[in-house]
T-cell receptor, first 114, second 109 residues
């Protein structure tokens, strides 16, 4: 099985712009979660989608949004970019089946805001 | 509030020596606890979880509910164990993971 893929892998934007990141989960996985990773704050949960519905949301401003499509692919969008949004954005998928319900992480998209 | 604390940002031990990465958590209830590992230039991956009580790559971790700890241990460290290690918890049945700040483990030859 192919792993979780994220595109693009690297992105450079300027303040005030918006950006869209994409995540393709493992085939058959219907849950997708997003995390932000920064040196200062570490790994922080952004949101989780299941069957095109947002099930949980982390403590981030409304500039951060996401969605999930019927094929389980997910996108997250950040509007009005700020310097502090520079981070590695990780996506994780899960089948939600079985006792262990493991989440598999993608390689991440590194966003740099100038 | 859910919180995971890894007191050591950096840990350096010699090959063959025992290693222990500390993890303490605060959670009102019965969480699921995990250790994730990120090797250089690789993606974050699950190392082990408390409910399976397994040993992976020689690592074990025991959940101590009284001390709210989930320390990761290995009796004899190997050079290939050098990596970033994250302790994490989640509510049973949920997907949201709460991560600690991570410990960078370096095994010296």
């Amino acid at each position: 099985k192919a792993g979780v893929t994220q595109t693009p892998r690297y992105l450079i934007k300027t303040r005030g712009q918006q950006v869209t990141l994409s995540c393709s989960p493992i085939s058959g996985h219907r849950s997708v979660s997003w995390y932000q990773q920064t040196p200062g704050q570490g790994l922080q949960f952004l949101f989780e989608y299941f069957s095109e519905t947002q099930r949980n949301k982390g403590n981030f401003p409304g500039r951060f949004s996401g969605r999930q499509f019927s094929n389980s692919r997910s996108e997250m969008n950040v509007s009005t970019l700020e310097l502090g949004d520079s981070a590695l954005y990780l996506c994780a998928s899960s089948s939600l089946r079985g006792s262990y319900n493991e989440q598999f992480f993608g390689p991440g998209t590194r966003l740099t805001v100038l | 509030a859910q919180r995971v604390t890894q007191p050591e940002k950096l840990l350096s031990v010699f090959k063959g020596a025992p290693v222990e990465l500390k993890c303490n958590y605060s959670y009102s209830g019965s969480p699921e606890l995990f250790w994730y590992v990120q090797y250089s230039r690789q993606r974050l991956q699950l190392l082990l979880r408390h409910i399976s009580r397994e040993s992976i790559k020689g690592f074990t971790a025991d959940l101590n509910k009284g001390e709210t700890s989930f320390h990761l241990k290995k009796p004899f460290a190997q050079e290939e164990d050098s990596a970033m290690y994250y302790c994490a918890l989640r509510r049973q049945g949920a997907q949201k993971l709460v991560f600690g700040q991570g410990t960078r483990l370096t095994i010296n030859p």
